[in-house]
C-alpha cells in the first residue's frame, strides 16, 4: 500500500510560480511510474505530467516548457512557471506500478491551485 500526499498549492498570479509536492509513504516508489493529474470545476481528470523509474518524462501539450516534474527517493515535484488561469484546478500525485503480475493505482488527495488573473 502506497499513501500520496501532496502539498504546495496556493493563490498565485498569472506568470507567477508554484512547485507541488507529493510525498509517497508505506512502500518505495522507485519502480513506479508518478504522475500529475488536474481537475477543473466542471470538468475531467485530465494528466499533467508523468516520470518513469528510469526518470523518463512527458507532459501535456498545454503545459509542455512551462511544468517540470522530478522525483527524489520517495517524493515528486511539479515545478509549474508561467501558470495561466486556464491551470486552476485541484492537482492529484498518482502512483502506478507493478508487483507479482498485479497493477497498482494510488492516487493522493489533490492540492488546489487558483492562478487569478
Known amino acids: 500500500q502506497v499513501q500520496l500526499v501532496e502539498s504546495g498549492g496556493g493563490l498565485v498570479q498569472t506568470g507567477g510560480s508554484l512547485r507541488l509536492s507529493c510525498a509517497a509513504s508505506?512502500?518505495?516508489?522507485?519502480?513506479?511510474?508518478m504522475g500529475w493529474f488536474r481537475q477543473a470545476p466542471g470538468k475531467e481528470r485530465e494528466f499533467v505530467a508523468a516520470?518513469?523509474?528510469?526518470?523518463d518524462t512527458n507532459y501535456a501539450d498545454s503545459v509542455k516548457g512551462r511544468f517540470t516534474i522530478s522525483r527524489d527517493k520517495n517524493m515528486v515535484f511539479l515545478q509549474m512557471n508561467s501558470l495561466k488561469p486556464e491551470d486552476t484546478a485541484v492537482y492529484y500525485c498518482?502512483?502506478?506500478?507493478?508487483?507479482?503480475?498485479?497493477?497498482?493505482?494510488?492516487w493522493g488527495q489533490g492540492t488546489q491551485v487558483t492562478v487569478s488573473s
Open positions: 516520470i518513469t523509474s528510469g526518470s
Open positions: 508505506g512502500r518505495t516508489i522507485s519502480g513506479y511510474r
Open positions: 498518482n502512483a502506478v506500478g507493478t508487483l507479482g503480475g498485479v497493477t497498482y493505482d494510488y
